[in-house]
């Protein structure tokens, strides 16, 4: 048997037999899904057996929307109107229940998705940090816009508002954080929201929901289990959805699109997928490069939107390149999550090994090769990173974002050439540039910034800091995510205006001395 330290032991299998809608924690009778992990507890191979979550379908679907349609009712609704203040002390709330959670989230996000201790905390502390940075950007944006601007003889008040309900659909790869990204500011900006957990890190969210429901009002907040094709389907149908907010796919993304009868009327918050290229230049420090590289496209095995997914090596420096990185490669060290000292982990997808393969294979057949000695070595639960050269663009690997453990190396002799193919890929999400000759970075950043949305100089893609804006072009986004930039998406600016004469004037001033109405007041919240 597997040494498990006592503390990551699955006791007990958590059966999930609860949803959160209109406020109440409703028993669940129906179908239920098993969960597995892809670690093993045993000496013998075979997967953990993890709990039980609600398999559910159009009648909770439904159940959730007309929840939260009714919490927003048509904008008048206790959430939608609520004083900034009051929203704030709810998200407060919410916060600081959570934190009592941190142990059991992330031993859930070990066993559920195979990330590593260290990745696991990490990823819950940044998502506690996301929600009280966003608290905090918040209370600014709100003080920005407590005050009248008289232009043109019209006095207005300009402050944000709601969208209305929101549909918010996760990612596996970051299950808590990712999906917060988008939970959070929609719901502090008024909107309720309808949740579904990804397919995989689906668990970690139930020791969530009793925070979920003691923070806010009855249908802020709803979350539902079960098949997107099963449960966000109807609830798009419905056309009662103003926000889709969504990370993971781009075909999952156009089909729940179609669904919607009122399109024109759908605002799209999308992270969508990535084909993020490395260029390493004839000057590069190789050993900088190696190492950013290297961390950049197999961090959590590769799974992740920002992940370098394939790298172009000047002709001139590529034989070293791939020598050196091939062997940094094959030290990476694999085992279980809570293994101090691993870096690759198992596959929470029972496919992905065999998809790996395959790109392996076709490689192979079109010329290339696999350069360091581990790699596509198999077990039940993973393969070993494949690092592949060279590669051509017949090659799946090249059009195919892998989202897994395989790194195609292409050389380059013209800088044209990589800028070419970013140029025509669907996708335009980061890049990472490694140089130092301010001659030849100059102009090649300033044609970059055109073709991604943003440039990591020496340094590998990644999403944070937090307060810089994560978006892409083409098929890789739609709208911006950030700290600042999110509580902007889920909301419209909308305002008051009168013309200034003294009969508006005192109506003005006697709504802001009343503080009658939340929309119209000077509040400063500290």
């Known amino acids: 048997m597997n040494i498990i330290p006592q503390e990551y032991q699955i006791n007990a299998p958590l059966v999930q037999d609860t949803y959160l809608v209109n406020g109440d924690l409703v028993k669940w009778t129906g179908k239920s899904t098993s969960v597995y992990s892809t670690i093993s507890s045993t000496a013998d191979y075979e997967p953990t057996f993890l709990g039980t979550i609600p398999f559910m379908g159009e009648k909770e679907a439904i159940e959730a929307v007309d929840a939260a349609t009714s919490a927003y009712n048509n904008g008048q609704g206790l959430w939608p109107t609520m004083k900034v203040v009051d929203r704030i002390k709810c998200m407060e709330n919410f916060v600081f229940q959570m934190k009592a959670q941190r142990t059991e989230v992330v031993k859930l996000l070990m066993w559920e998705i195979g990330k590593t201790l260290g990745d696991s905390e990490k990823e819950f502390d940044r998502t506690v940090e996301y929600i009280y940075d966003t608290i905090e950007s918040y209370k600014e944006l709100n003080s920005r816009s407590a005050h009248f601007s008289k232009v043109q003889g019209i006095n207005a008040m300009v402050r944000r508002g709601p969208l209305g309900v929101v549909l918010c659909l996760g990612p596996y790869n970051y299950p808590l954080n990712e999906t917060f990204t988008l939970l959070i500011p929609a719901l502090i900006m008024g909107n309720p929201v309808i949740f579904k957990p ?269 307060v810089f804006p994560f978006t892409g072009r083409k098929d890789s986004a739609v709208g911006t995510l950030s700290i600042h930039d999110a509580l902007r998406s889920f909301s419209i600016r909308t305002f008051v205006a009168s013309k200034d004469n003294q009969y508006n004037n005192e109506i003005l001033q006697d709504l802001l001395n009343s503080k009658e109405s939340n929309f119209i007041n000077t509040d400063y919240i500290l």
Not at 355 to 382: H, M, T
């Open 198 to 466: 990804a397919k995989y890190g689906v668990l970690l969210i139930s020791p969530l929901l009793e925070a979920f429901r003691s923070s806010f009002p009855k249908g802020v907040i709803n979350i539902l289990f079960g098949r997107g094709r099963e449960v966000a389907s109807p609830i798009m149908k419905s056309g009662k959805i103003s926000i889709l907010a969504l990370i993971g796919n781009s075909k999952s993304a156009i089909a729940l699109q179609d669904l919607h009868p009122n399109k024109n009327r759908l605002r799209l918050i999308l992270g969508l997928e990535a084909k993020n290229p490395a260029i390493i230049l004839p000057d590069a420090n190789l050993d900088l490069a190696i190492q950013e590289c290297v961390a950049g496209s197999l961090s959590f095995n590769g799974q992740r939107c920002t992940a370098l997914k394939i790298l172009y090596v000047h002709e001139s420096i590529v034989d070293e390149f791939n020598k050196r990185f091939a062997a940094k490669v094959d030290e990476l060290i694999y085992g279980n999550p809570w293994d101090p000292s691993v870096f690759l982990t198992p596959l929470p997808e029972t496919d992905k090994p065999d998809y790996i393969q395959e790109l392996i294979d076709d490689a192979k057949s079109k010329g290339a090769k696999v350069l360091n000695n581990k790699g596509g070595d198999r077990s039940q639960n993973f393969i070993f990173p494949a690092v592949l050269y060279p590669i051509n663009k017949e090659m799946r690997v090249y059009q195919e974002e892998q989202f897994g453990p395989v790194v195609p190396i292409i050389a380059f002799k013209n800088i044209q050439e990589p800028l070419n193919d970013m140029a025509e890929s669907q996708y335009g999400q980061q890049v990472s540039l490694f140089g130092q000759n301010i001659k030849t970075i100059a102009p090649l950043i300033d044609t970059l910034v055109n073709l991604v949305s943003r440039v990591n100089l020496n340094s590998s893609c990644q999403r944070g800091p937090d």
